[in-house]
């Protein structure tokens, strides 16, 4: 991309024929206009493509004959641009106008802040229906080493309306500075670049980074004047009680269950203090112990993630080598995120 914007867009799709109208609207009503966009298509085998080309000519986009996953398309898209700021899309998101110039405006007067997200709200997409209920207004850190969204399935009423510090943020939306992705980047065994963890391929990449960020001490914030809405379907983060939790995993595809088990424990290998572990091991083992069965139970858990694990083990322990290289704080210092 050749001229220089303040800001680049990555749009990573997949099937998102049914999605792109409200998206792309939303984008194109943005009252900042310093913004470039890249659209990686990851394989759709519906409209989207088409779509794309027919409304939006002027928009650059790569084709994919398969899906690559979440992480590398990003990756290609950060690596492809050199904006001083980079936005994750999401297919599934709707931007109110003002967006991107709240954000941009946060980032500028904050310098030392490394990545930001808005207030999402709940998007029903099937009746059209923006809701005043909280999607994410960041992420935040349990002592079982679970990574939610916070205040995930809340009425907001006015009581959220100030900007705060967060532990990190979600993957629906984000805005990252490039000088601090450049700083928790890491190197994979073919020699290139990796933001987003690529092993992971999709789901939990976006906490993956959101840890390496805290670990190098660089911030991240919620920015309340920012707006968003999210056509979340498989949020489970406000559920608290067994039952709910297990429930929700029964109702997500197999292949989502099947990578969210295995990354959340390719994530806790490579970020995680061992000594913070172990003052929170009963936590987390009974945590681990819980969902194991309960997925086992709903047949949504088996040796291959297990295998997978090990097989991707020697690739985490190179990539945790780095991980400590750039990290810049205490153990102790990430203990105050848990909750």
Same mark, same amino acid.
Not at 238 to 244: A, E, V
Not at 245 to 273: D, Q, T
């Given at each position: ?5 303040? %800001?680049s867009?990555?749009l ?8 792109l ?5 939303? %984008?194109?009503?943005q009252?900042?206009k310093?913004? =470039? ?21 002027q ?6 004959? @398969?899906?690559?996953?979440?992480a590398?398309?990003? @990756? ?7 904006s =001083?700021?980079?936005?994750?899309? !999401?297919?599934?998101? *709707? ?6 110039? &709240? ?7 904050n310098?030392?802040?490394g990545? *930001?997200?808005?207030? +999402?709200?709940?998007?029903?997409? #099937?009746?059209? /229906?923006?809701?005043k ?6 992420? #935040?850190?349990?002592? !079982? ?5 916070r ?11 100030? &900007? #705060? =510090? ?22 994979n ?9 690529e092993?992971?391929f999709?789901?939990? #990449?976006?906490?993956? %980074?959101?840890?390496? %960020? ?15 809405w ?8 406000h +559920?608290?009680? !067994? ?13 989502v ?8 424990l ?5 970020n995680s203090?061992?000594?913070?572990i172990?003052?929170n091991?009963?936590?987390?083992a ?6 194991y ?7 949504r ?7 997978s ?5 020697p690739?985490?322990?190179? $990539?945790r080598k780095?991980? $400590? ?10 203990? /105050?995120?848990?909750?």
């Amino acid at each position: 991309m050749n001229k220089q914007k303040k %800001l680049s867009i990555g749009l990573v799709t997949y099937n998102a024929e049914k999605y792109l109208y409200s998206c792309l609207i939303s %984008l194109m009503n943005q009252s900042f206009k310093d913004w =470039e966009i890249l659209i990686i298509d990851n394989g759709s085998t519906d409209g989207t493509i088409r779509y794309i080309k027919e409304n939006y000519p002027q928009f650059k986009i790569v084709e994919h004959k @398969n899906n690559l996953g979440f992480a590398q398309a990003h @990756n290609q898209i950060i690596s492809w641009t050199r904006s =001083e700021y980079i936005m994750c899309m !999401n297919q599934d998101i *709707v931007l109110d106008k003002d967006y991107i110039k &709240n954000i941009v405006k946060f980032l500028d007067n904050n310098k030392k802040v490394g990545s *930001v997200t808005g207030k +999402l709200y709940k998007w029903e997409f #099937e009746e059209n /229906k923006k809701t005043k209920t909280i999607d994410s207004i960041g992420l #935040e850190l349990y002592k !079982n080493y679970r990574v939610v969204d916070r205040q995930e399935g809340v009425e907001d009423i006015g009581q959220f309306n100030s &900007n #705060e =510090e967060v532990f990190g943020i979600s993957g629906a939306i984000p805005v990252y500075r490039r000088k601090a992705l450049d700083k928790v980047k890491i190197i994979n065994n073919s020699g290139r670049e990796e933001f987003f963890d690529e092993d992971f391929f999709a789901y939990k #990449e976006d906490v993956d %980074l959101a840890f390496r %960020l805290r670990l190098a001490d660089i911030s991240s914030y919620y920015v309340a004047n920012a707006i968003a809405w999210h056509d979340r379907s498989t949020a489970n983060s406000h +559920l608290q009680t !067994n039952w709910k939790i297990a429930s929700a995993h029964r109702k997500k595809n197999r292949m989502v269950n099947y990578l969210s088990y295995r990354n959340h424990l390719l994530m806790l290998y490579k970020n995680s203090f061992r000594i913070n572990i172990f003052k929170n091991f009963h936590h987390i083992a009974w945590y681990e112990l819980r969902k194991y069965i309960f997925m086992k139970i709903f047949n949504r858990v088996n040796n291959k993630q297990i295998k997978s694990f090990c097989k991707l083990r020697p690739l985490m322990k190179n $990539k945790r080598k780095q991980i $400590k290289e750039l990290t810049k704080i205490q153990a102790q210092d990430m203990l /105050k995120w848990i909750k």
